[in-house]
């Protein structure tokens, strides 16, 4: 059981953020049922000989393996066709990301808090809720997640057709600059990662009490939202390892130019996100009285 409930807090660390729901709602002056969780160490040695910490980069895996799985897949789908009308479209490739998201980390966030994406644990690091060890371990699973699940589709597409639909892979398009698509990545994985941080804020939990959320909820929508803004001007990364991962398994010229920006878009991102939430939301100082 105390494996568990370590690994059940937010980012897997052994710092534990929840906080019960249901109880009566409390006013400003009334003492909040609420403690400051320690941040996470910069490097926690006794992480490395733990099992939870690779069964949580294993869920973390598994999680980006099938995200790319279904979401590429549906990219596959609509671009084959000639008319979008004789597919889901614009809005499903939306649902399809989005909609994943929710499942996933509604499945991954009791083990390893749920990330599938680089920029959310580089967010979530930066807030110091999670470790550099498990933050640079979550990434690197997260990125070969990404290439097996790219390379699924391809299999399954097979290499012409995978070629000739572009892979999935991000890129900014015609009629947009480079600019146009880094402010794109930079205010998409903003909205993204504020959310998250939002949704998974133990001090709300306390202070609103009285409101349940399911946190997976405004996340995966939170990302439909901003796949319907963005597609048609990058295809929508907001999420390094699914752009190196299709980048990697479509293997062409086309993007590599472009692919810097779906990392450093993402990044600027989450740490923007990160700033905003922890000194003007949480109102965390940078020193300590």
Not at 107 to 136: E, W
């Amino acid at each position: 059981m105390e494996a568990k409930e370590q690994d059940v807090s937010l980012g897997a660390n052994k710092f534990p953020e929840r906080q019960p729901l249901g109880i009566a709602a409390q006013s400003q002056d009334e003492p909040k049922d609420y403690q400051e969780p320690p941040p996470a160490p910069l490097f926690e040695p006794s992480e490395l000989t733990s099992w939870s910490f690779y069964r949580a980069g294993i869920a973390e895996f598994i999680a980006t393996f099938l995200f790319l799985y279904i979401t590429v897949l549906t990219v596959m789908g609509v671009v084959r066709e000639s008319s979008k009308c004789k597919t889901v479209g614009i809005q499903g490739i939306a649902w399809a990301f989005g909609g994943m998201i929710f499942a996933l980390v509604y499945c991954t966030a009791g083990i390893s808090g749920g990330h599938i994406n680089p920029a959310v644990t580089f967010g979530l690091f930066l807030a110091r809720k999670l470790s550099l060890t498990r933050a640079l371990f979550y990434m690197v699973m997260q990125v070969l997640g990404a290439i097996c699940g790219a390379g699924v589709v391809k299999g399954f597409e097979g290499k012409t057709r995978f070629g000739d639909l572009k892979g999935g892979a991000n890129f900014v398009n015609p009629g947009y600059t480079k600019g146009d698509g880094l402010g794109a990545e930079i205010v998409g994985t903003f909205i993204l990662v504020y959310t998250v941080f939002s949704a998974t804020d133990a001090k709300r939990s306390a202070r609103d009490s009285h409101v349940p959320i399911l946190a997976p909820l405004p996340i995966g929508f939170a990302v439909f939202l901003v796949h319907l803004a963005t597609i048609p001007i990058t295809g929508t990364g907001i999420n390094p390892a699914r752009s190196l991962g299709a980048a990697i398994i479509f293997n062409k010229d086309l993007g590599w130019d472009d692919h810097w920006i779906f990392w450093v878009g993402p990044f600027i991102g989450a740490a923007l996100a990160a700033l905003y939430h922890q000194v003007v939301i949480r109102a965390i100082p940078f020193k300590s009285k």
